[in-house]
C-alpha cells in the first residue's frame, strides 16, 4: 500500500528518479543521495511500513526479503570482505525518512562504530 506523502513511495512508484541497483516483487534498491561510503545502497520493502517499530506479523515478510535482497546486492557490488547494515528508527534513531530502509554500506574499511 502506498503513502502518497512518503518520499520513498514516490520513488518505488517512479514519480521521483532514482539509482536502481536491485528489485523484486517485494524489495527495491537505490543508492543514497548522499554516500557515507563507496558503495551506500537504500534498501526499502515496497509496502509502506513507517519505520522498525511498525514491524508485525503482517508485514515481516517484507524484512525477511530485504535482508535476502541485501545479500544479493551486496555480492552484486563486489562486497566480499565485509559491510554494514543499518536502520534508523524513530527521532531518537535519527530517521528522517518515514518508510522503513536498511542502509548498505561497505566498499571501504568501516571505522565509525557504535556497537
Ligand atoms: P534515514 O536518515 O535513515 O531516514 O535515511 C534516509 C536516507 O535517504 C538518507 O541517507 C538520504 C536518503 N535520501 C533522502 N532523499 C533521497 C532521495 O530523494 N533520493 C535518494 N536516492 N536518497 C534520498
Not at 537505490?30 to 509496502?47: G, M, S, T, Y
Not at 531518537?92 to 536498511?102: E, I, R
Request: a negative charge; charged letters at 25%.
Amino acid at each position: 500500500m502506498k503513502d502518497e506523502s512518503c518520499l520513498f513511495c514516490k520513488i518505488l512508484a517512479g514519480e521521483i528518479p532514482s539509482a536502481k541497483v536491485y528489485e523484486d516483487e517485494y524489495v527495491f534498491a537505490f543508492r543514497d543521495i548522499n554516500p557515507q561510503a563507496p558503495v551506500h545502497v537504500l534498501v526499502v520493502p515496497k509496502e509502506h511500513i513507517p519505520c522498525a517499530d511498525a514491524i508485525d506479523e503482517s508485514n515481516s515478510l517484507y524484512v525477511a526479503k530485504c535482508f535476502e535482497a541485501i545479500a544479493k546486492i551486496a555480492k552484486a557490488e563486489g562486497l566480499e570482505t565485509g559491510y554494514r547494515v543499518i536502520n534508523n528508527c524513530g527521532e531518537d534513531g535519527g530517521q528522517s525518512v518515514q518508510h522503513l530502509h536498511f542502509h548498505l554500506i561497505g566498499g571501504v574499511k568501516l571505522s565509525e562504530k557504535i556497537i
